[in-house]
């Protein structure tokens, strides 16, 4: 086929944005907000997840969808990681402050998880933040567990052993089989939005909401519908 730059995703304006997404990590442009987790039976909010919105000096407040893909593709998510389980200490500890224990959640790229580092560096954290392990969540994706699971567990392992949870994020679009909710040490089962959002008493996303809140209660799993 004939090259169409209509259809190249480095587009003068992504290579733009690349560039300034170095300077803002450098800068601490990166600004994390915490979006409650509430139980529905009486509305008490049981924890915090993490999300990173980037103010940009120029195009404004740019959300994760848009900067996290070129943070993956230009190696910096993990230093946005980073950041992002900072705050969530951070937070979490101005929190314990005021006599509140909860947990934050941060998400977790594939290419953070692979990284033997995140180990250290969320032990180097807790410690620093006098912060129990069962007050952090980290979430994953289906999609990043599904080259190498075994991979995967020899980090998860070593974090569980410090306390540290995990959710399984965005269920239902990724490609992983439901033995990984076996094989790995899943504590929480995230109900993507796209289903949550188009559910209507007797449609396919209805159905496929209880099906997935009974296997989650099955497997003796917390749900969460986003």
């Given amino acids: 086929r004939l090259y169409d730059p209509a259809e190249d995703p480095n587009s003068p304006e992504r290579l733009q944005l690349a560039s300034d997404l170095h300077q803002a990590v450098e800068a601490g442009d990166l600004v994390a907000h915490f979006q409650p987790k509430v139980r529905l039976s009486d509305g008490r909010i049981e924890g915090m997840e993490v999300l990173m919105r980037w103010s940009h000096r120029e195009r404004g407040v ?4 848009e900067f996290i893909p070129i943070a993956e593709d230009c190696g910096l998510i993990v230093p946005v990681t980073t ?7 951070r937070e979490c500890r101005a929190w314990r402050d005021e006599g509140v224990n909860i947990r934050f959640a941060v998400n977790v790229s594939a290419r953070s998880l692979v990284d ?3 180990i250290d560096e969320i032990r180097e954290l807790l410690q620093r933040w006098e912060i129990p392990g069962s007050q952090l ?12 699971p075994e ?6 392992q070593p974090l569980r052993e410090m306390g540290v949870s995990f959710a399984l994020d965005d269920f239902g679009t990724g490609w992983s089989s439901l033995g990984q909710l076996n094989d790995l040490p899943f504590d929480e089962l995230k109900i993507d939005r796209s289903f949550v959002q188009e559910m209507r008493p007797g449609s396919a996303e ?5 099906s997935t809140i009974q296997l989650g209660r099955e497997l003796g799993l917390r749900i969460v519908a986003e």
């Fill in 62 to 65: 740019i959300p994760p969808d």
């Fill in 83 to 89: 950041i992002a389980l900072e705050a969530a200490m």
């Fill in 206 to 210: 209805d159905a496929i909401v209880r």
């Fill in 151 to 156: 991979a995967a567990n020899e980090v998860l």
């Fill in 137 to 148: 969540q980290l979430e994953l994706t289906e999609s990043m567990l599904v080259d190498d």
């Fill in 116 to 118: 033997g580092r995140i």
